[in-house]
């Protein structure tokens, strides 16, 4: 930093001392202020670091090993990936977790629209109703499991004695191979689509009433007014729900294991029941890892989504300026 | 102008013939909202499978295993929630659960307040990189990290007992970068004030800071007592001895263990539900705010 020469020598003594001490209980005090902050940093920065570094590089290297678990491992190199591409059950997981994903996430989200429109009236209850088809989201997956393994029971379920009442032969459900996947998204939409409805909700509530107002005054019907209003102010949101929507659907887990433990034949084997049955059932901690860092790729391209496509929009509607302005 | 002229029809009533579109129309006038019709049945589809839950927990297991089975119970029957409660083991994981989630949330609320603070308030080197990294660490899917921190719980001696379900949850990226952003929202003042008087840091953030954090720590808490409490996967894990189970693995097993006696089971799912419905109708506003706030940043 360029400084003008400061004439020591002819500065006050008294004043000089004064600084110096000012400064260096500054200095003290920066430090102390450092140390303070360590400590206050330190516990958090130990957990979330260390429980999330640490064991993403370690489950690269496993990836490349063969781990029991138990013993030390092997280092296998390349193989665990090369047996997951040929591997038959992780090609039918991989088919499963899209079939799942491809249905659960456009019917959460069309269904949480269509509610939340519903539910955006100034009329009587409407507080109670969104209370009611939130309250499944807070209900563990484990529970959901455990309640409709009992209602779907082909037995003594409540869901076949209904289908009974109908004239409706009873159904397998969740041991039919044709049928289970299904009921799973039907048991995920349950608890699933409250999520979206609050967040849609919460995102309508924030249109501009002057928008809508100004779209009525020019003769905007209702659903003019849905199509060129309502819903591209929603665009942001429902783009964002997709993104996590997907990224919790492809992490699907818990309901699985819960419920069909990815039976029968097969049919509800997900990519994380995959995971977690190599690492934890069969013992081969290697492989599982792999499948695990296959999934995590696949994630994070996932996760950019948003952000391109932002980014293509931004530019496309700076093309669009440019050329308007060329005109 | 309707101010200082009253529009005619005001004082003299039009016929219903001169204005068309306001005749009573010859339709079936509900007493009540047409939505209602559309959302009544629908927040009732909602909510039937978790009264369905209660309902049959209060059935007697004959009514529940004869086809048809009943819908609605003949009398209140306590059997199952009985023999859950005399089960040994119920309680237990009911009592493991309630450990795990507790210090969960203290521990968050603590250690994310420290942090959070300090990422707010106070200049040190480095600070800004270490946020990131730890804001980055949000996006690693669980399945990545699972099977070495397994290993790393198993070195530490942890595996099988509740040990292993605290530390991992002991705080999340979440909670930091949430106390923080509250934090920074507050007016600096407040605190320069006692700043200067002398007071620590400490006792800056507990005295003042804190008791003004309020909504934030609500949140915190209320989200930090779900994810621990609903865990299953981590603890499916780290936990292989019964007596060590929380609830949730408790409840798969006796499931798995006692599937003809559904009164039971049910009792037992209506005792793991009941903690988070009541957290939630409590803390419903805050609920559904942080809920809404953190996936419209997300």
């Given at each position: 930093?360029?400084?003008?020469?400061?004439?020591?020598?002819?500065?006050?003594?008294?004043?000089?001392?004064?600084?110096?001490?000012?400064?260096?209980?500054?200095?003290?005090?920066?430090?102390?202020?450092?140390?303070?902050?360590?400590?206050?940093?330190?516990?958090?920065?130990?957990?979330?670091?260390?429980?999330?570094?640490?064991?993403?590089?370690?489950?690269?290297?496993?990836?490349?090993?063969?781990?029991?678990?138990?013993?030390?491992?092997?280092?296998?190199?390349?193989?665990?990936?090369?047996?997951?591409?040929?591997?038959?059950?992780?090609?039918?997981?991989?088919?499963?977790?899209?079939?799942?994903?491809?249905?659960?996430?456009?019917?959460?989200?069309?269904?949480?629209?269509?509610?939340?429109?519903?539910?955006?009236q100034r009329i009587?209850?409407?507080?109670?109703?969104?209370?009611?088809?939130?309250?499944?989201?807070?209900?563990?997956?484990?529970?959901?499991?455990?309640?409709?393994?009992?209602?779907?029971?082909?037995?003594?379920?409540?869901?076949?004695?209904?289908?009974?009442?109908?004239?409706?032969?009873?159904?397998?459900?969740?041991?039919?191979?044709?049928?289970?996947?299904?009921?799973?998204?039907?048991?995920?939409?349950?608890?699933?689509?409250?999520?979206?409805?609050?967040?849609?909700?919460?995102?309508?509530?924030?249109?501009p009433p002057s928008l809508v107002e100004a779209a009525r005054l020019d003769g905007a019907g209702r659903?003019?007014l849905?199509?060129?209003?309502?819903?591209?102010?929603?665009?942001?949101?429902?783009?964002?729900?997709?993104?996590?929507?997907?990224?919790?659907?492809?992490?699907?887990?818990?309901?699985?294991?819960?419920?069909?433990?990815?039976?029968?034949?097969?049919?509800?084997?997900?990519?994380?029941?995959?995971?977690?049955?190599?690492?934890?059932?069969?013992?081969?901690?290697?492989?599982?890892?792999?499948?695990?860092?296959?999934?995590?790729?696949?994630?994070?391209?996932?996760?950019?989504?948003?952000?391109?496509?932002?980014?293509?929009?931004?530019?496309?509607?700076?093309?669009?300026?440019?050329?308007?302005?060329?005109? | 102008m309707t101010a200082t002229s009253p529009s005619p029809s005001a004082l003299h009533p039009a016929p219903a013939a001169a204005r068309p579109d306001r005749r009573p129309s010859p339709r079936?006038r509900?007493p009540?909202h047409?939505?209602?019709?559309?959302?009544?049945?629908?927040?009732?589809?909602?909510?039937?499978?978790?009264?369905?839950?209660?309902?049959?927990?209060?059935?007697?297991?004959?009514?529940?295993?004869?086809?048809?089975?009943?819908?609605?119970?003949?009398?209140?029957?306590?059997?199952?929630?009985?023999?859950?409660?005399?089960?040994?083991?119920?309680?237990?994981?009911?009592?493991?659960?309630?450990?795990?989630?507790?210090?969960?949330?203290?521990?968050?609320?603590?250690?994310?307040?420290?942090?959070?603070?300090?990422?707010?308030?106070?200049?040190?080197?480095?600070?800004?990189?270490?946020?990131?990294?730890?804001?980055?660490?949000?996006?690693?899917?669980?399945?990545?990290?699972?099977?070495?921190?397994?290993?790393?719980?198993?070195?530490?001696?942890?595996?099988?007992?509740?040990?292993?379900?605290?530390?991992?949850?002991?705080?999340?990226?979440?909670?930091?970068?949430?106390?923080?952003?509250?934090?920074?929202?507050?007016?600096?003042?407040?605190?320069?004030?006692?700043?200067?008087?002398?007071?620590?840091?400490?006792?800056?953030?507990?005295?003042?800071?804190?008791?003004?954090?309020?909504?934030?720590?609500?949140?915190?808490?209320?989200?930090?007592?779900?994810?621990?409490?609903?865990?299953?996967?981590?603890?499916?894990?780290?936990?292989?001895?019964?007596?060590?189970?929380?609830?949730?693995?408790?409840?798969?097993?006796?499931?798995?263990?006692?599937?003809?006696?559904?009164?039971?089971?049910?009792?037992?799912?209506?005792?793991?539900?009941?903690?988070?419905?009541?957290?939630?109708?409590?803390?419903?506003?805050?609920?559904?705010?942080?809920?809404?706030?953190?996936?419209?940043?997300?």
């Amino acid at each position: 930093m360029p400084r003008l020469p400061t004439p020591l020598t002819l500065a006050d003594p008294g004043t000089d001392t004064d600084t110096g001490r000012g400064r260096r209980a500054a200095r003290r005090r920066q430090r102390r202020e450092t140390t303070t902050a360590w400590a206050f940093v330190s516990p958090s920065v130990l957990v979330i670091l260390g429980l999330s570094v640490v064991p993403v590089a370690w489950s690269l290297l496993l990836s490349f090993q063969a781990d029991d678990l138990v013993t030390p491992s092997r280092w296998v190199g390349p193989d665990n990936y090369r047996a997951l591409v040929q591997d038959p059950h992780f090609s039918q997981a991989v088919r499963n977790t899209v079939l799942y994903t491809v249905l659960y996430v456009p019917l959460s989200i069309a269904l949480g629209l269509a509610l939340a429109l519903a539910l955006n009236q100034r009329i009587r209850l409407v507080g109670l109703y969104r209370t009611l088809i939130f309250v499944p989201f807070v209900v563990s997956a484990t529970a959901q499991g455990v309640l409709f393994s009992f209602i779907l029971d082909p037995e003594f379920g409540a869901a076949n004695s209904v289908l009974h009442k109908l004239g409706i032969s009873p159904q397998g459900f969740l041991t039919d191979p044709g049928q289970a996947l299904l009921a799973l998204v039907a048991i995920s939409l349950w608890s699933g689509t409250g999520f979206c409805v609050v967040v849609t909700l919460a995102a309508l509530q924030d249109v501009p009433p002057s928008l809508v107002e100004a779209a009525r005054l020019d003769g905007a019907g209702r659903r003019h007014l849905l199509r060129h209003v309502t819903l591209p102010a929603l665009a942001p949101v429902l783009t964002f729900l997709t993104v996590w929507q997907t990224i919790n659907a492809l992490q699907v887990f818990d309901l699985v294991y819960v419920t069909t433990k990815g039976g029968p034949l097969g049919s509800t084997t997900v990519i994380v029941y995959f995971i977690w049955e190599q690492a934890f059932k069969n013992f081969t901690a290697g492989y599982g890892a792999a499948a695990a860092y296959a999934l995590a790729l696949a994630l994070l391209v996932l996760g950019t989504v948003p952000r391109t496509v932002r980014a293509v929009r931004g530019r496309a509607r700076a093309d669009h300026r440019l050329e308007g302005a060329a005109r | 102008m309707t101010a200082t002229s009253p529009s005619p029809s005001a004082l003299h009533p039009a016929p219903a013939a001169a204005r068309p579109d306001r005749r009573p129309s010859p339709r079936l006038r509900l007493p009540f909202h047409a939505w209602h019709l559309l959302l009544a049945p629908l927040s009732l589809l909602f909510a039937l499978p978790l009264i369905w839950v209660v309902l049959s927990s209060a059935m007697s297991d004959a009514e529940i295993n004869r086809f048809p089975p009943a819908l609605w119970p003949s009398g209140i029957d306590l059997g199952g929630y009985r023999y859950v409660l005399g089960n040994a083991m119920f309680p237990r994981w009911f009592a493991n659960s309630l450990i795990v989630s507790l210090v969960a949330v203290v521990s968050n609320l603590l250690l994310g307040s420290l942090g959070g603070y300090a990422f707010a308030r106070m200049r040190f080197a480095g600070s800004r990189l270490l946020l990131a990294l730890m804001l980055g660490t949000m996006v690693i899917p669980f399945q990545l990290t699972m099977i070495p921190t397994f290993l790393v719980m198993k070195r530490l001696g942890l595996i099988d007992t509740l040990g292993a379900l605290i530390v991992p949850s002991l705080v999340t990226p979440f909670a930091v970068f949430l106390l923080r952003q509250f934090f920074l929202s507050l007016p600096r003042e407040l605190e320069e004030a006692a700043w200067l008087d002398g007071c620590s840091r400490l006792r800056v953030l507990f005295r003042i800071v804190l008791p003004l954090s309020r909504p934030a720590l609500s949140t915190v808490a209320v989200l930090t007592f779900l994810t621990t409490w609903n865990d299953l996967s981590w603890p499916l894990i780290a936990i292989n001895h019964d007596t060590q189970y929380t609830l949730q693995l408790g409840l798969t097993t006796f499931q798995g263990q006692h599937h003809t006696k559904w009164s039971a089971v049910m009792a037992g799912n209506v005792v793991t539900v009941l903690p988070v419905l009541l957290a939630f109708l409590f803390a419903q506003k805050s609920f559904i705010q942080s809920i809404t706030s953190s996936g419209l940043k997300g």
